[in-house]
């Protein structure tokens, strides 16, 4: 398995203002995810973070709204930009392809709470 | 993209009584699927994967191609079961979890 970590935990934020979540891992990935999950939703995958290359975007998700960053392959991390108060929601960070897992599941992280006033 | 559907977003029993949460998928081949649960104020986490044919907490699901199902089930629920689960296809360029059954289970 992996620990995953999510820093913050939780933001209050003013609109216009960004925010920016780091997800650390234990040990090297070859997927992370970045997904949204808004009160008494499902999750929705926001993009693929790849290593050294641009993260692969979700329909109705962009990178001037969600510059994503992974420099190596145990760290990502999400920025939510010029926010409103429609973006409050848990932002959470997966890994999938670990090298020592047979299958395929995802590990997931504690998650950002993010409320914008 | 490999997708599944969970048609009941809401889903209450009784302590005790049987409970089979639903999921289809749609698409062909040799699915690989799981299930994955979040308790409250906990992460998301794995709770079987069809592949292993385990049993967890009680649960088990079969994958049933003739019907393209991989219902989670469990004999008797109980108080701790109540939680958000979610099925999901493997990790991949596209993956789409299941908009996920929130379980209540009644004392």
């Known amino acids: 398995s992996a620990v995953i970590s999510q820093k913050p935990s939780r933001d209050i934020c003013q609109r216009g203002t960004s925010l920016t979540i780091q997800c650390q891992v234990d040990?090297?990935?070859?997927?992370m995810f970045w997904y949204r999950q808004q009160p008494g939703q499902s999750l929705t995958l926001i993009a693929t973070?790849?290593?050294?290359?641009?993260?692969?975007?979700e329909s109705g998700f962009v990178i001037d709204k969600f510059p994503i960053s992974r420099p190596n392959l145990t760290f990502s991390t999400l920025t939510v930009s010029n926010m409103s108060p429609e973006d409050s929601s848990i932002y959470l960070c997966s890994v999938g392809g670990l090298a020592l897992i047979a299958g395929n599941e995802q590990f997931f992280g504690p998650g950002t709470r993010l409320t914008v006033l | 993209a490999q997708r599944v559907t969970q048609p009941e977003k809401l889903l209450s029993v009784f302590k005790g009584a049987p409970v089979e949460l639903k999921c289809n998928y749609s698409?062909?081949?040799?699915?690989?699927l799981f299930w994955y649960v979040q308790y409250s104020r906990q992460r998301l986490q794995l709770l079987l994967r069809?592949?292993s044919r385990e049993s967890i907490k009680g649960f088990t699901a079969d994958l049933n191609k003739g019907e393209t199902s991989f219902h989670l089930k469990k004999p008797f629920a109980q108080e701790e079961d109540s939680a958000m689960y979610y099925c999901?296809?493997?990790?991949?360029?596209?993956?789409?979890f299941g908009t996920g059954t929130s379980l209540t289970v009644i004392p």
């Open positions: 040990s090297q990935v070859t997927m």
């Open positions: 069809h592949i």
């Open positions: 999901a296809p493997p990790t991949g360029n596209q993956f789409y």
């Open positions: 973070a790849n290593q050294g290359s641009e993260a692969t975007y």
């Open positions: 698409y062909s081949g040799s699915p690989e």
